[in-house]
Structure formats: C-alpha cells, structure tokens
C-alpha cells in the first residue's frame, strides 16, 4: 500500500499546455509538499500546504497552483508550461517539521 | 537562513570500504537534520535523521550519521561499502520556520568491485 502516490508517473507535453500532476497520502499527515528536482538532481521545495495554510516559495512561478481538495491530496497544477518546466517532480509529506518526510516516485515532465 | 553543503559531488569506493559523505549545515535555530538516499528513477528514502536526542544515529542499511555541533556537521558513514549502495545521497534541515526541507545538491556514490 504506497504511502505517497503520485500519477502520471511520465509525462511528456508541448510547450503552452496546461497539465495536472495528482498525489494522494495515506499516511494522515497534515503537511504535504511539492518539490521539483532539475536536470542536476538539485531538489527545490516549490509549496507547503498545512492545514489549509499554503506556503510558496517565491521563485516559483504563479503558472504554478496548488489544489488541495483534502487533507490527503494536493494536486499540482501547470499552466502554459515552457521548456523550462522539464523536470522532476516529487510530491511529499510530514507530520511535523521533527518528523521525516516521506516522498512519492516523482512525476517526470518533459515539455517539447 | 538555513542551508546545508554537501562537500565533494562525487565519491567513489570500493566495495568493503569505509563510506564518509560530507554534510555541513548552517541553522539559526536548533537544526532537524536528515539524510535520503535516492536510487535511479525512484524517489527518496530516509535513511536516519537527528532531532536533538542522540548525537551518533543510526540508520536503516548499516548507516549512521553523527551531529557535531561546534562543526556544524552531520557526516554519513558506513563501515563496509556494498554494491547496492550506490546512489545519489542527500542531506536536509528543515527550514527556520520548519515548513520544508532545504536539501544539499547531493552526492553520488560510486561503489566498485
């Protein structure tokens, strides 16, 4: 039983499309995250979400939301994606800042 | 602000040999320190994490780390290398105001027979 699921698992799309990544926990933890790993293996935290409190890094660009529609989802939402945008993307979470985070399998985007 | 630095990008050893990856933080509060393991098109594993109890943790597959505060350091060991040690390793603190984790650029071990 995964703890933390994120689909598609690979997705590749042209440059100004709009897509979705979906990750769903079922550990009960109430703080999930997004995190984008680029070419280099360099890991970014991109969102927190914690009890409806959402924290945004602010190099992120505002192409990118997320949406929690309950405490165990937080979808990420890409709008007008660019070349840039190719990267890993790992959704997570924690019960506390003492506590690890547990990271699903990543979703691999790749724009052309 | 928080910040960790993993020294050296690459490590190679071979297999039964002692493993040492670096990790150096830099924390305006009491740091909750971590270290993850990633192997090839997966996604990151704890291996061990320090949260101000003991200073030598252990970890899961033989590894161990230990928190030095007057070095600001929390290097990863493990006595004998194995083959399926290989991966990309990463070091994190939770950020000042424990939100997220700030990951080091990581460190790719090598292990050769």
């Known amino acids: 039983d995964t703890a933390v699921s994120q689909t598609p698992k690979y997705l590749v799309t042209q440059m100004g499309n709009d897509k979705s990544i979906k990750c769903e926990q079922n550990l009960g933890h109430d703080t999930m995250y997004w995190y984008k790993q680029d070419s280099k293996k360099f890991l970014k935290i991109m969102f927190s979400y914690n009890n409806k409190e959402l924290i945004i890094n602010e190099t992120v660009p505002n192409r990118f939301s997320p949406k929690s529609p309950d405490k165990a989802h937080l979808n990420l939402h890409i709008n007008s994606l660019e070349l840039g945008d190719s990267a890993v993307y790992f959704c997570?979470?924690?019960?506390?800042?003492?506590?690890?985070?547990?990271f699903g399998q990543g979703t691999r985007l790749t724009v052309v | 602000a928080q910040s960790v630095t993993q020294l050296g990008s690459h490590v190679s050893v071979s297999e039964g040999a002692l493993v040492l990856l670096r990790c150096n933080y830099s924390s305006s509060v009491p740091p909750y320190l971590f270290w993850y393991v990633q192997y090839p098109n997966q996604g990151l594993q704890l291996l061990l994490k320090y949260t101000s109890a003991a200073t030598l943790v252990k970890g899961i597959n033989g590894f161990e780390a230990e928190f030095k505060k007057s070095e600001t350091s929390f290097h990863l060991t493990k006595p004998s290398a194995h083959m399926s040690d290989a991966a990309e390793y990463f070091c994190a603190v939770t950020d000042q105001a424990g939100t997220a984790l700030i990951f080091g650029k990581g460190t790719t071990l090598s292990v050769s027979s």
């Open positions: 997570a979470s924690s019960q506390d800042r003492a506590t690890e985070a547990f």
